[in-house]
């Protein structure tokens, strides 16, 4: 007896912030790649089929993509800076102090003490 089929493995490549075309919203989608393999005895050996997609994280649309539609999403996620890490924001811990005083709920702060975000 042969045991033979196929399994479904689903690879997330990046996180891109597009505007949704469902609901309109500039949100982050994720760049999935699905491949399914052909499996022997439960082993997969070689893949069927490949295919790429996006999923809106704020409504769950997902759209499919070409596999060079993919790539450039790719590279684009790989050249943009992260959120927070663009020159646009101030870092308060760039001082040197890890803890900047005035930030209510830090380490240091007795629980109870004014500007505490759980007083007594």
């Known amino acids: 007896m042969i045991i033979f089929g196929t399994k479904g493995y689903l690879y997330q490549l990046a996180i891109v912030t597009l505007v949704c075309g469902r609901c309109g919203n500039p949100a982050a989608h994720t760049l999935r790649k699905r491949v399914t393999k052909f499996t022997l005895f439960f082993v997969p050996l070689f893949p069927v089929s490949t295919k790429y997609g996006t999923q809106c994280t704020f409504c769950g649309a997902e759209s499919q993509l070409s596999g060079e539609q ?33 930030q209510p709920g830090q380490p240091g702060q007795q629980p109870g003490a004014p500007g505490h975000p759980y007083q007594r």
């Open 70 to 102: 993919a790539e450039q999403l790719q590279v684009q996620a790989a050249t943009a800076p992260a959120p927070g890490h663009g020159p646009q924001q101030a870092n308060p811990f760039a001082q040197g102090n890890p803890f900047p005083q005035g």
